[in-house]
Nanobody
Framework: QVQLVESGGGLVQAGDSRRLACAAS????????LGWFRQAPGKEREFVAA????????YYADSVKGRFTISRDNAKITVYLQMSSLKPEDTAVYYC????????????????WGQGTQVTVSS
């Protein structure tokens, strides 16, 4: 079992930066791929970024490539999402998720989820 708790959400202005964090507990953290997803009102949950167990590989959605950076600190059992040049369309609840196998972009490929943190970007 893996427990995930997100933090760092809030209200920001367009063009600002924000860093989200996801603290994990449970099984051996470095065995798990960690991903960030988001869900805007009335829309399906969508993939944002993922990072492999030891951080050697990352994968991004086209919509955030070059603006967002995913990283992890296995000693602190935490994964981060650094968001820059935020746009109103980035407004969503952001979720952290974990899976036992390699990088994957689909919601149904992840086994554990946090409760989410709201990010609102005003224009």
């Amino acid at each position: 079992q893996v427990q995930l708790v997100e933090s760092g959400g809030g209200l920001v202005q367009a063009g600002d930066s924000r860093r989200l964090a996801c603290a994990a507990s449970g099984r051996i953290f470095s065995f798990y791929t960690l991903g960030w997803f988001r869900q805007a009102p009335g829309k399906e949950r969508e993939f944002v970024a993922a990072i492999s167990g030891r951080g050697e590989a990352t994968y991004y959605a086209d919509s955030v490539k070059g603006r967002f950076t995913i990283s992890r600190d296995n000693a602190k059992i935490t994964v981060y999402l650094q968001m820059s040049s935020l746009k109103p369309e980035d407004t969503a609840v952001y979720y952290c998720a974990a899976r036992r196998d390699y990088l994957a972009p689909r919601v149904n490929e992840y086994d554990y989820w946090g409760q989410g943190t709201q990010v609102t970007v005003s224009s």
